[in-house]
């Protein structure tokens, strides 16, 4: 009540033209103030992500909210949608379940004791102007391939770079949503700040035709990843998740040849024209220079995922960051799995849809496999000037599929 009679005798009194000027400088101090808050708020996420690593990956792993990074990551999984595999909690004994959750209990609290530091205000704000903070930008770099080479895999192991930010899913921007054009792209990209990478995985633009042209048209200086495996085992992983999903499919060995009893090979078949990497490169090579290119091998990313990430992360200018910390081998999985820095000893795991068991195939089938790629493969070792050694792991392979 005094209140507001003081002020209307401060309003009678003086003239309403230095009240509406008292009031917008007011104003202005207040716009300037909220928005030098968001600035600040703006740069912390990166410099957190260097501290805190440990903290928001469990953010995300769990789902917890709190850090705009795990709210940012949870929207590109939600937007990842269908086809898209994420790296996942394992199952655990039921000891080391308990385990888990006594120690996940002690990081919720941790976790909660680091979220009332901050005061109410300035969490309010970093929630309202980090929800999209930094840019949207077209990727600088693109894992193009190969399909079933390991692309996931190392994707998800780039996201855990603080400067690496990636879209969730594949877009398919290069093959199938061309004509939806370039903002359409960009839209889908996380923001990123400045020093940190737009990417982005569909391993089909390497044997899409309009591919490189169109990449290139887009950013001539891009980087491209491509992850190249063994061309047999690779069709065998490819003809696996066909099956899955189609279980009346005819047999591996049917749709291999076009005449078996003449051993011609049906280098039609999808399975087996992606592996014919030499000629899928060689689109590449019309628009792009090799040092423009990275080739990982699918095989050391799964026996020296710390190894390969380093080189990835080299080609790409980033600081080696994603080490063999941060990788564990799972014995169930039989793969290597994402381990959680410093407190926690559960790791995330690529889902049921990466590392399938493969139904054994005939081993002379296998053979003739091998024998058909060679010299593709040598021409690949040629280009690439890598030697990828596909021919040492013959025996085994087919060793293998008579077990
Ligand atoms: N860490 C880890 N965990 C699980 N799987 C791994 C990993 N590293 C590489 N791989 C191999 O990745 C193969 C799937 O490749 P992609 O992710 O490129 O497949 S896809 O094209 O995106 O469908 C997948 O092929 P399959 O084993 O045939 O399922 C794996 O062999």
Not at 96 to 118: G, I, M, N, S, V
């Amino acid at each position: 009540m005094a209140f507001w009679s003081s002020t209307s005798v401060f309003t009678s009194k003086v003239p309403r033209k230095i009240l509406f000027m008292f009031t917008l400088s007011l104003s202005v101090t207040y716009l300037f103030y909220s928005l030098m808050s968001c600035y600040n708020s703006l740069q912390f996420p990166l410099q957190e992500n260097y501290a805190y690593q440990g903290r928001l990956g469990f953010a995300e792993f769990t789902g917890a909210g709190g850090t705009t990074t795990a709210a940012s990551a949870a929207r590109e999984r939600g937007e990842a949608g269908r086809g898209t595999v994420e790296w996942t909690r394992t199952q655990a004994s039921p000891t080391r379940a308990a385990a888990a959750a006594a120690a996940a209990a002690d990081r919720t609290t941790a976790l909660e004791r680091e979220r009332q530091e901050f005061s109410t205000t300035d969490s309010d704000l970093r929630a309202n102007c980090t929800s999209d903070y930094g840019e949207k930008k077209l990727p600088q770099a693109i894992i193009i391939g190969v399909k079933k080479g390991g692309t996931r895999a190392l994707l998800e192991a780039l996201r855990v770079h603080p400067d690496v930010r990636a879209v969730g899913n594949e877009p398919h921007f290069f093959d199938r949503n061309y004509e939806k054009g370039l903002d359409w792209y960009r839209d889908l990209m996380p923001s990123t700040l400045e020093g940190q990478i737009t990417m982005e995985k569909t391993p089909s633009y390497f044997v899409t035709n309009h591919a490189p042209k169109r990449i290139h048209s887009m950013a001539r200086d891009i980087k491209l990843i491509i992850v190249v495996r063994n061309p047999v085992t690779r069709a065998i992983s490819d003809y696996t998740q066909t099956l899955s999903k189609k279980p009346e499919i005819p047999t591996f060995e049917v749709l291999a040849f076009k005449n078996r009893t003449l051993g011609l090979i049906d280098a039609s078949w999808s399975a087996l024209r992606i592996g014919i990497y030499a000629l899928h490169l060689e689109s590449w090579m019309q628009y792009f220079p090799l040092s423009q290119m990275h080739f990982v091998s699918g095989e050391r990313l799964i026996v020296d995922p710390a190894g390969e990430m380093a080189k990835v992360q080299d080609f790409l200018g980033l600081k080696r960051i994603v080490t063999d910390k941060h990788f564990y081998f799972n014995k169930t999985k039989g793969f290597p799995c994402l381990k959680k820095p410093e407190d926690s000893s559960t790791p995330r795991c690529l889902g049921k849809s990466k590392g399938r068991t493969h139904p054994t195939i005939d081993s002379d089938v296998i053979r003739r496999l091998h024998k058909f790629y060679k010299p593709f493969n040598m021409m690949f070792y040629q280009m690439t000037g890598q030697n990828f050694e596909w021919e040492l792991e013959d025996d085994s392979e087919s060793r293998s599929s008579q077990d």
